[in-house]
């Protein structure tokens, strides 16, 4: 698959917009539930779509950010593989805190992971590191 640096920023951002819109609709469903108004079972199933969409990213990311990070190459071969398996352990931590069945645990995963977006969208997914030439990807 080819895939300039710009296509892969936008595909990136849209996935962590859709992130973003499956995570507040868990809390908005989680605060009913924490009410008494809402129902558990589909929260679960909102949690298990959030899961989902989180494995589809980081699949696709993890793919792309060592070729990424590699083409600019001011951080030194060693040092960004320490970066991308530093990077790949975090999201095993979040997807395997998603597996909580307590709203208060939700909550605290989401913002971990709001958090964990806004990082990579600062640090990682600019204009500055991917330009728009193509990346030699390997998996997708």
Not at 5 to 31: P, V, Y
Not at 76 to 94: F, K, S
Request: aromatic share 4%; proline share 3%.
């Amino acid at each position: 698959m080819t895939l300039t640096r710009f296509g892969a920023l936008a595909e990136l951002i849209s996935q962590h917009d859709g992130l973003r819109a499956l995570m507040a609709r868990c809390e908005d469903l989680a605060d009913e539930v924490d009410t008494g108004g809402g129902d558990p079972a589909a929260l679960a199933a909102l949690i298990a779509r959030l899961r989902e969409a989180f494995e589809a990213h980081n699949i696709f990311e993890e793919v792309i950010l060592r070729p990424v990070l590699l083409a600019e190459d001011k951080y030194g071969a060693v040092r960004i593989e320490r970066m991308v398996e530093d990077h790949v352990h975090e999201h095993r931590e979040v997807r395997q805190r998603l597996s909580s069945p307590t709203t208060s645990e939700l909550r605290d995963v989401v913002e971990t992971l709001r958090a964990h977006l806004e990082a990579e969208e600062r640090y990682l997914l600019t204009s500055k590191v991917l330009r728009d030439d193509t990346l030699p990807l390997q998996g997708l």
